[in-house]
């Protein structure tokens, strides 16, 4: 059995349960070491979880660590380093991360203190993208000690919290964040795009990510852009409406679509729908999906079973996501026939009564 620690927004806790017993019928959960951070066990291997993750996908965990020791409550860098050491090898580097659950002191001398006894065993500590990653969550009752990869991890950030800097040219706002995230998270490489559309670009935080990749980038919004962004040489700005863009530009061309207008799912699914003539093959694309106060998990499903012009290729709640989740996407060479209506299947078996009463087929609202 692998024993894991995952972390996901605190709100949205028993919706990463639900999405677990969903995707693994051996999923078992253990115990709440944080506000936002459990300890579960399933039958995976830590490759096969990750992917589990990835394909199903389970929305709403952020980060998880395959735990390969337990150590006392207050177990310091040289326990730490000894527990790490067996699992490594000095071919690979390596760098330390580690958590405390609320209400624990932050012990500063934790993660110096282990990558000191790595370093002068010879490993290459906190190179950057280290091939391995010894993550330590200290809780109340144990420390929790695991050795992997970014991959079986998710990210490769702490906790899965990357702290972009603010500093640098034009800092636009938060929401450039989620764009640069989404990038990492998903592995999407900008490299090969020539010409790129955003659907609800003010004020211009994503259009800035992608216009400094030197991608084309024809923004639109009703509202205007910050004027350092909209005055960048490769930006075109439209002053519309995403849906009056389609009208008026409908021989325009993109390799890729980002969308984080704030609409509705329906809404927002229904224009990348009609964006989908307007992208070459194989086109990417990346949207957020508003969650309404009180969404239920079947309205998620439906939502992404109504985009039937593109394939879902990754769905996360990201670090920088609030109210809302991200998708990266793939056209479909054709649209989806849409499916007959039907009941929602969120495939509830072995789900506890509970959980399956608050996200599954009733249909009762979530969190
Ligand atoms: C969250 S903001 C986008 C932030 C942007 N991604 C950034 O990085 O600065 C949402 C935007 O969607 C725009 N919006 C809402 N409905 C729209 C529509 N039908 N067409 C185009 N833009 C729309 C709003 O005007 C608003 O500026």
């Known amino acids: 059995m692998t024993r894991f620690v995952f972390t996901c927004q605190a709100a949205h806790f028993d919706l990463t349960l639900f999405e677990f017993q969903r995707a693994d019928g051996t999923f078992s959960f253990l115990q709440r070491l944080s506000e936002d951070v459990g300890l579960a066990e399933t039958a995976l291997a830590p490759a096969a979880l990750a992917e589990t993750v990835r394909k199903t996908p389970v929305i709403f965990v952020r980060h998880l660590f395959a735990v390969t020791d337990v150590l006392p409550r207050g177990a310091d860098a040289?326990?730490?380093?000894?527990?790490?050491?067996?699992?490594?090898?000095?071919?690979?580097?390596?760098?330390?991360?580690?958590?405390?659950?609320?209400?624990?002191?932050?012990?500063?001398?934790?993660?110096?203190?282990?990558?000191?006894?790595?370093?002068?065993?010879?490993?290459?500590?906190?190179?950057?993208?280290?091939?391995?990653?010894?993550?330590?969550?200290?809780?109340?009752?144990?420390?929790?000690?695991?050795?992997?990869?970014?991959?079986?991890?998710?990210t490769h950030r702490s906790g899965g919290e990357p702290h972009y800097a603010r500093a640098g040219f034009g800092f636009v706002s938060r929401a450039e964040f989620k764009l640069r995230e989404a990038a990492e998270v998903f592995g999407i490489d900008f490299a090969g795009?020539?010409?790129?559309?955003?659907?609800?670009?003010?004020?211009?935080?994503?259009?800035?990510?992608?216009?400094?990749?030197?991608?084309?980038?024809?923004?639109?919004?009703?509202?205007?852009?910050?004027?350092?962004?909209?005055?960048?040489?490769?930006?075109?700005?439209?002053?519309?409406?995403?849906?009056?863009?389609?009208?008026?530009?409908?021989?325009?061309?993109?390799?890729?679509?980002?969308?984080?207008?704030?609409?509705?799912?329906?809404?927002?699914?229904?224009?990348?729908?009609?964006?989908?003539?307007?992208?070459?093959?194989?086109?990417?694309?990346?949207?957020?999906m508003k969650l309404p106060k009180d969404f239920s998990y079947r309205e998620i499903l439906s939502g992404l079973r109504s985009l039937s012009g593109y394939a879902l290729l990754g769905a996360r709640q990201l670090f920088h996501n609030r109210s809302e989740i991200t998708l990266f996407l793939r056209r479909r060479d054709e649209?989806?026939?849409?499916?007959?209506?039907?009941?929602?299947?969120?495939?509830?078996?072995?789900?506890?009564?509970?959980?399956?009463k608050k996200y599954g087929n009733k249909g009762k609202r979530g969190s």
């Not at 040489?233 to 009208?247: C, G, P, S």
């Not at 649209?335 to 007959?340: A, D, F, S, Y």
């Open 78 to 154: 040289q326990a730490v380093f000894a527990a790490a050491l067996p699992h490594l090898s000095e071919e690979l580097s390596v760098s330390v991360q580690t958590r405390f659950a609320d209400g624990l002191p932050f012990d500063a001398g934790l993660t110096p203190g282990v990558s000191q006894r790595l370093a002068e065993h010879g490993f290459a500590v906190d190179v950057a993208g280290s091939r391995r990653i010894v993550s330590v969550f200290a809780a109340a009752d144990a420390v929790y000690v695991g050795v992997g990869d970014a991959e079986e991890n998710l």
């Open 193 to 288: 795009i020539h010409a790129a559309v955003d659907l609800g670009a003010a004020p211009g935080g994503w259009t800035k990510v992608l216009a400094e990749q030197g991608i084309a980038v024809t923004a639109i919004d009703p509202s205007r852009l910050k004027p350092q962004i909209e005055r960048m040489e490769n930006v075109t700005y439209r002053q519309m409406r995403a849906e009056d863009f389609l009208k008026a530009f409908p021989d325009s061309r993109f390799d890729l679509a980002v969308n984080d207008m704030k609409l509705d799912v329906r809404q927002s699914t229904r224009v990348m729908d009609g964006f989908w003539p307007l992208l070459n093959a194989g086109a990417l694309a990346v949207m957020t």
């Open 335 to 356: 649209m989806r026939k849409p499916e007959p209506k039907r009941g929602e299947k969120t495939g509830q078996g072995g789900l506890s009564k509970k959980l399956a």
